[in-house]
Nanobody
Framework: QVQLVESGGSLVQAGESLRLSCAASGRTFSINTMGWYRQAPGKQRELVATISSDGSTNYADAVKGRFTISRDNAKNTVYLQMNSLKSEDTAVYYC?????????WGKGTLVTVSS
């Protein structure tokens, strides 16, 4: 089992920055891709960004150029640097980790962007 704990969510003003962290614990060996997803009120959960074990990244079009995903494999932690935040970025942000055929989710951290 892998446990994921997100942190860093907060209330910020539009245009400000925020960094989210997700720490993995438990049987963390062979974790491949890690990523961030978000779910806004009344909407489905959507991909924000992913990063593979070799550092390859993928971003949703809505966040390209504003968000940066990174990971520290030694700390089993993935980060999401969010710049130029917009009101439409308001959502619960969830961390995800892939290990073989298994996928794990954190409980989420709330990001609220006021305009």
């Amino acid at each position: 089992q892998v446990q994921l704990v997100e942190s860093g969510g907060s209330l910020v003003q539009a245009g400000e920055s925020l960094r989210l962290s997700c720490a993995a614990s438990g049987r963390t060996f062979s974790i491949n891709t890690m990523g961030w997803y978000r779910q806004a009120p009344g909407k489905q959960r959507e991909l924000v960004a992913t990063i593979s074990s070799d550092g390859s990244t993928n971003y949703a079009d809505a966040v390209k150029g504003r968000f940066t995903i990174s990971r520290d494999n030694a700390k089993n932690t993935v980060y999401l640097q969010m710049n130029s935040l917009k009101s439409e970025d308001t959502a619960v942000y969830y961390c995800n980790a892939n290990q073989g055929r298994l996928y794990y989710w954190g409980k989420g951290t709330l990001v609220t962007v006021s305009s």
